[in-house]
């Protein structure tokens, strides 16, 4: 009988236990779109809409979050004076409880302009987030929606080339590995 109890048991799938969302640390890679904003759009600067990937680490607990990102990328018609770049942490409060919850952070950062070695600025800046986080019980391949905004909190140039308040922001996804 207590054979019969064991197969039993090995061969018909049990429930799994409910893993509460939460508490975990993650790390993973986020593909986005990213588009200029500022004084150098007023003026027909010609940058455009770009593309940027990032790596992002974060911990996250039932109702808060804070991660850390570094972000690089570039915009279309760019001649690398501009590509952007972010380095930063950003706390935020998770508005829901489920599975599915969106999400509100606020952080600071450095913000990079240009190439490494090409002469490129960095700047201390404010990036704000908001997103959805899908799939929260999971604690790999969690997948995430985002829309980040990123506003230099002092002046860019370059000599001749000024481009004051060169914000810039991103629509796109994230996966936590």
């Not at 240009?114 to 990036?127: A, E, N, Q, R, Y």
Request: net charge neutral; glycine share 16%.
């Amino acid at each position: 009988m207590l054979l019969l109890r064991v197969v039993f048991q090995c061969l018909v799938p049990q429930a799994a236990e409910a893993v509460e969302p939460g508490g975990n640390f993650y790390g993973g890679l986020g593909f986005y779109g990213v588009q200029p904003f500022g004084i150098s759009l007023v003026r027909g600067e010609r940058l455009r809409a770009g593309s940027a990937w990032s790596l992002y680490f974060n911990f996250e607990s039932q109702r808060f979050l804070i991660g850390l990102e570094a972000i690089s990328g570039h915009f279309g018609n760019d001649d690398t004076y501009s590509n952007p770049a972010f380095l930063g942490v950003r706390p935020g409060i998770i508005l829901g409880s489920g599975e599915t919850a969106p999400y509100a952070s606020l952080g600071f950062g450095l913000m990079g302009y240009g190439l490494i070695g090409d002469d490129g600025k960095v700047v201390p800046g404010i990036s704000s987030e908001v997103g959805v986080l899908f799939l929260r019980s999971r604690r790999w391949l969690r997948p995430s929606v985002v829309l980040q905004f990123n506003f230099p909190t002092e002046r860019v140039g370059y000599g001749s080339r000024e481009h004051e308040w060169l914000s810039w922001g991103t629509l796109g996804i994230r996966l936590l590995l």
